[in-house]
T-cell receptor, first 115, second 113 residues
Framework: GAGVSQSPRYKVTKRGQDVALRCDPI?????LYWYRQALGQGPEFLTY????????KSGLPNDRFSAERPEGSISTLTIQRTEQRDSAMYRC?????????????FGPGTRLTVL | SQKIEQNSEALNIQEGKTATLTCNYT??????LQWYRQDPGRGPVFLLL?????KEKRKERLKVTFDTTLKQSLFHITASQPADSATYLCALDNSGGYQKVTFGTGTKLQVIP
């Protein structure tokens, strides 16, 4: 079956522009997570959803970052007024069930470069 | 403050030997601890999950231990192969099986033929 997909795979944007990163989880997976990963580091938690409800957004760096999952499937992470420090790999993961930190399936990531 | 520490330096071992990777944590009370493998340019791939009331878990050539007193997990790969070369990440929840997990920085393993 298809795994987690993310688009675009690469995004280059100019400082001040808004970007939207998309995540398509494995069909039927209840939970969806967003992470940011710097080179040589582990994934850094941003936010997660169970179904369409955002459960925890404590990892979002500031109010320029937002995420939604309106129908409990596809999710979009939006960064407004991008800054150079936002450049990173953004990863999405999904898991079959909620209620615990269970096995997560990661997507290939979106490499964001802000010029 | 909360901290998850993995060997920051790469671990080089000879093919056929057992690789042992360490994950130490401070100021966490995890209900679960997970290990993931990450290859260059790819997303992490889940390997094993161990619960706080489990001392040890095995899967094929992999073995994980979890010592909540020492606040440490050890990850072993027996009869290591060059294909095992990758970065290995530990991840844990804060407490109570909460869904948010925090990842360590990972240890890069190189298995030399």
């Amino acid at each position: 079956g298809a795994g987690v997909s993310q688009s675009p795979r690469y995004k280059v944007t100019k400082r001040g522009q808004d970007v939207a990163l998309r995540c398509d989880p494995i069909s039927g997976h209840v939970s969806l997570y967003w992470y940011r990963q710097a080179l040589g580091q582990g994934p850094e938690f941003l936010t997660y959803f169970n179904y369409e409800a955002q459960q925890d957004k404590s990892g979002l760096p500031n109010d320029r970052f937002s995420a939604e999952r309106p129908e409990g499937s596809i999710s979009t992470l939006t960064i407004q007024r991008t800054e150079q420090r936002d450049s990173a790999m953004y990863r999405c993961a999904s898991s079959l069930t909620a209620g615990g930190p269970f096995e997560q399936f990661f997507g290939p990531g979106t490499r964001l470069t802000v010029l | 403050s909360q901290k998850i520490e993995q060997n920051s330096e790469a671990l080089n071992i000879q093919e056929g030997k057992t690789a042992t990777l360490t994950c130490n944590y401070t100021n966490y009370s995890p209900a679960y601890l997970q290990w993931y493998r990450q290859d260059p340019g790819r997303g992490p791939v889940f390997l094993l999950l161990i619960r706080e009331n489990e001392k040890e878990k095995r899967k094929e050539r992999l073995k994980v231990t979890f010592d909540t007193t020492l606040k440490q997990s050890l990850f072993h790969i027996t009869a290591s192969q060059p294909a095992d070369s990758a970065t290995y990440l530990c991840a844990l929840d804060n407490s109570g099986g909460y869904q948010k997990v925090t990842f360590g920085t990972g240890t890069k393993l190189q298995v030399i033929p």
